[in-house]
Structures are given as structure tokens and as C-alpha cells.
């Protein structure tokens, strides 16, 4: 189909966990398909964009928010999470600490956004920095997943480029299903392409992870 006649979409993902875990550099690996030792902190937020020809009647233009680690909780995350349609909660495997924390930042972002209709964001967990750590994934995280309802989780690493795409392509495939059954997002897929448009979030770059 000429491009010309594609349906867009755009789908506005959150990429959250503490500091240090590695959510720029996914999210460079992703978008851009490069990786570096080497960001800068990110205060704030930061959103990398991705297109994406998911078929031949399909565009999907993908918003990938980078919500700096040290806003956990605080009441700027309410802001960033606006209009998401998913997210992915990344831990790093060599600090047992930031697995402890998931369960906490997935709070938040229960506690502050929704699907129309109450209907709860899919959910994924990055096991980050797999290349070094990956025989260090918690016993516990499959029952986690299934107690908190998580779609799915993944051994991830950007370094090697590790089951990134594998899980951002499950969340947009959660992400689609949601819109074609309940018609969803039309409106805030809207007002998130006008506010990117007039630059209305705070840009800054993130950290130094694996």
C-alpha cells in the first residue's frame, strides 16, 4: 500500500527504574541502534522517537520516554506518564537493589495512569546488563510477574543488543490490541503528537549504564 494511504499511530511508551540501570541505553539501542558507555544524567525526561512500518496498512510512530531515576515517586512522574499506552520497568542485575524497587515504581505508575476505562498500562520487565549478570536474574521474578499481572520480562543488553526489539515489539503488539479492541488512545495519541510539536517536555540526556 502506497504510503500515502498508511494509518498512523502514535504510541507513547515509558521507559522507567532507578538510576544507573541502563534505560538510555536501551532506548538508544532501540531507537537509533547505537550504543555508549558514555550519557550524560537526565533531568527530567527525555524521549527518543521511533517509526516503525508494522505492516502494509500500518505506521507506527513510537515515543519512547526516558524518566530520569531520581524523579521515583515524585509528583513531576504524573506529568511524564500522561497518555502512555505502555511501559517497560528496567532493573540492573548487578544490583539486586534495583530489582527491590520494581515493585515500587510500578506503584506509581498504576497509581497515576490509566487506559481509558481504568483498564492498566501493559507492563514489561528489562532484566538489564544481562551480558555480564544474566546468571544473576532473582528466583522470585516470575512470581512477581504473575502476582502484578506483567506481560512478560527479558534478559536484556544494550551493549550486545540483547532481546530489546523482542520486547519492544511485545509491547506495541499489547499496545495495538488495546486500540483495535476498545478503540482507544485516537484523542491522546492527538494532544501527545501536539505536545511534542511545541516542545513542551523537559529534554535533558541520561545516564552512564551498560
Known sequence: MCDLFKRELLFKVLVIGDFGVGKTSIIKRYAEGTFSTK??????????????DWDSETRINIQLWDIAG???????????????VA???????????????????????RDKVSLPHGKPLPVIILANK????????????????????IVSWYITSAKEN????????RLILEALENQRNNNLYNSDSLMLAEEANSGT??????????
Not at 544481562?130 to 499481572?149: L, R, T
Not at 540483547?162 to 515489539?169: G, H, K, L, T, V
Not at 517536555?201 to 551498560?210: A, E, K, P, V
Open 162 to 169: 540483547r532481546n530489546i526489539d523482542s520486547a519492544m515489539n
Open 130 to 149: 544481562g551480558d555480564v549478570a544474566a546468571n544473576k536474574v532473582p528466583v522470585q521474578i516470575e512470581e512477581f510477574c504473575k502476582k502484578n499481572q
Open 39 to 52: 550519557y550524560k544524567i537526565t533531568i527530567g525526561a527525555d524521549f527518543a522517537l521511533k517509526q516503525i
Open 70 to 84: 531520581h524523579e521515583r515517586f515524585g509528583y513531576l512522574t504524573s506529568v511524564y506518564y500522561r497518555y502512555a
Open 201 to 210: 517536555h523537559n529534554s535533558s540526556r541520561l545516564c552512564c549504564s551498560r
Open 87 to 109: 511501559a517497560a520497568i528496567v532493573f540492573d542485575l548487578t544490583r539486586p537493589d534495583t530489582f527491590v524497587a520494581v515493585s515500587k515504581w510500578l506503584n506509581d505508575l
